[in-house]
């Protein structure tokens, strides 16, 4: 080979350097989830689905033929962080964002990559205003604006319950606005709420609260509020001599069993998703959670809607041809009965899907049991 040879050979593959590295660029999609302080046990759920997710994205060749990869960011379990979080995706430049879980942190976070132009879809933020922020904001499951009036028909129709009473976390935007949406319509449709009781985060004794309710003896109490104070309230309401039923919404895992024991049995609640729900999408996600886990989700809801979060993101990275921007943006909100584990997607003009399926459960031995279903269409 002659040097002029040699030359030209070392200049063509010099260009095809840029190609091939462009080629494994990864495409970043950032999750805002607490990895410390008091939320980190239940995001994790949202981080799984997000990692098995990009697994089974990747395994197919990618997006673009480019590998997805996550941008972890700890909002450590605070509004603060999880605006601190976003503005460290930001720099970094990512694609699209997936978070945050509490409606209060994604009030907080959206407004930005609203500004930004960054595509953001929460996987279970549901209060209303959150995706009214701007036409970058998305979400995977249902608002509690349907939730809360699913769960006041469900409470008079089938639990045939016309007595309640409510108990409000005023420290949590999702425990006040499921509350009202919930109120407004069970006294609507002929439902009698006697007393609204209010506590607040860090709350351990609730023994004036019970104290109250024991004496107006309501046939209802309504939690709309997390696992680990909504246990604590029920374990300590029925040590004392309450008898009424419980109900809460989708802030109620089936970790309430470590801090309430068998008193939280027959609390019913909502949910987005179900471990029996016959599709061949669940089927395909229960199998590939186990093969990557070793185990089942136990904390699932989190777990279903992130991993549905990123593929909608992916698609919608796929079908618009582009990594970010408006056209992502456009093509998410044009998306059509995408067949996902939690449901089928197309979005309305606020980023809420059009459809979406709420499971009702009661928890019984350990476990979050099925008990009835309701269909939503905007």
């Given at each position: 080979?002659?040097?002029?040879?040699?030359?030209?050979?070392?200049?063509?593959?010099?260009?095809?350097?840029?190609?091939?590295?462009?080629?494994?660029?990864?495409?970043?999609?950032?999750?805002?989830?607490?990895?410390?302080?008091?939320?980190?046990?239940?995001?994790?759920?949202?981080?799984?689905?997000?990692?098995?997710?990009?697994?089974?994205?990747?395994?197919?060749?990618?997006?673009?033929?480019?590998?997805?990869?996550?941008?972890?960011t700890d909002n450590q379990?605070?509004?603060?962080?999880?605006?601190?979080?976003?503005?460290?995706?930001?720099?970094?430049?990512?694609?699209?964002?997936?978070?945050?879980?509490?409606?209060?942190?994604?009030?907080?976070?959206?407004?930005?990559?609203?500004?930004?132009?960054?595509?953001?879809?929460?996987?279970?933020?549901?209060?209303?205003?959150i995706t009214r922020i701007?036409?970058?904001?998305?979400?995977?499951?249902?608002?509690?604006?349907?939730?809360?009036?699913?769960?006041?028909?469900?409470?008079?129709?089938?639990?045939?319950?016309?007595?309640?009473?409510?108990?409000?976390?005023?420290?949590?935007?999702?425990?006040?606005?499921?509350?009202?949406?919930?109120?407004?319509?069970?006294?609507?449709?002929?439902?009698?709420?006697?007393?609204?009781?209010?506590?607040?985060?860090?709350?351990?004794?609730?023994?004036?609260?019970?104290?109250?309710?024991?004496?107006?003896?309501?046939?209802?109490?309504?939690?709309?509020?997390?696992?680990?104070?909504?246990?604590?309230?029920?374990?300590?309401?029925?040590?004392?001599?309450?008898?009424?039923?419980?109900?809460?919404?989708?802030?109620?895992?089936?970790?309430?069993?470590?801090?309430?024991?068998?008193?939280?049995?027959?609390?019913?609640?909502?949910?987005?998703?179900?471990?029996?729900?016959?599709?061949?999408?669940?089927?395909?996600?229960?199998?590939?959670?186990?093969?990557?886990?070793?185990?089942?989700?136990?904390?699932?809801?989190?777990?279903?809607?992130?991993?549905?979060?990123?593929?909608?993101?992916?698609?919608?990275?796929?079908?618009?041809?582009?990594?970010?921007?408006?056209?992502?943006?456009?093509?998410?909100?044009?998306?059509?009965?995408?067949?996902?584990?939690?449901?089928?997607?197309?979005?309305?003009?606020?980023?809420?899907?059009?459809?979406?399926?709420?499971?009702?459960?009661?928890?019984?031995?350990?476990?979050?049991?099925?008990?009835?279903?309701?269909?939503?269409?905007?």
């Amino acid at each position: 080979m002659t040097v002029r040879s040699l030359m030209s050979l070392l200049f063509f593959l010099s260009c095809l350097l840029p190609i091939q590295a462009l080629a494994e660029k990864p495409i970043l999609v950032a999750v805002n989830i607490a990895t410390s302080g008091i939320h980190y046990e239940s995001d994790q759920g949202i981080l799984h689905g997000a990692q098995l997710a990009v697994d089974v994205i990747n395994q197919s060749g990618g997006v673009l033929g480019q590998p997805l990869e996550l941008f972890v960011t700890d909002n450590q379990s605070s509004m603060i962080g999880a605006r601190e979080a976003a503005k460290q995706a930001i720099a970094k430049g990512v694609s699209a964002v997936i978070g945050a879980g509490r409606s209060s942190q994604s009030l907080i976070i959206a407004p930005l990559f609203q500004d930004a132009g960054i595509l953001m879809v929460t996987p279970y933020s549901t209060t209303p205003e959150i995706t009214r922020i701007g036409n970058y904001i998305f979400r995977a499951c249902f608002t509690d604006e349907f939730q809360g009036s699913m769960l006041a028909n469900f409470a008079l129709k089938v639990l045939k319950k016309k007595k309640a009473v409510v108990l409000v976390n005023i420290s949590e935007g999702y425990s006040q606005v499921l509350a009202k949406y919930f109120s407004d319509t069970y006294e609507e449709n002929g439902g009698g709420i006697t007393f609204q009781g209010n506590y607040k985060n860090y709350t351990m004794d609730f023994s004036a609260l019970i104290e109250k309710i024991k004496n107006l003896q309501p046939e209802l109490i309504f939690l709309p509020g997390y696992s680990k104070r909504s246990a604590w309230i029920i374990r300590q309401a029925k040590e004392n001599g309450v008898t009424g039923l419980f109900l809460g919404g989708d802030g109620m895992g089936e970790s309430m069993y470590r801090f309430g024991g068998s008193a939280v049995d027959n609390t019913y609640s909502a949910d987005h998703w179900h471990l029996s729900m016959l599709t061949k999408q669940n089927t395909d996600f229960l199998k590939q959670y186990e093969k990557k886990f070793n185990n089942i989700p136990v904390e699932s809801t989190g777990v279903a809607l992130a991993y549905d979060s990123i593929m909608l993101i992916a698609q919608a990275i796929e079908r618009s041809k582009n990594t970010g921007g408006e056209n992502v943006r456009n093509a998410l909100s044009n998306t059509q009965d995408f067949q996902g584990v939690t449901g089928k997607f197309s979005f309305n003009e606020y980023g809420d899907p059009n459809q979406k399926q709420l499971i009702m459960t009661i928890l019984k031995h350990g476990k979050k049991q099925y008990f009835q279903s309701y269909l939503h269409n905007n």
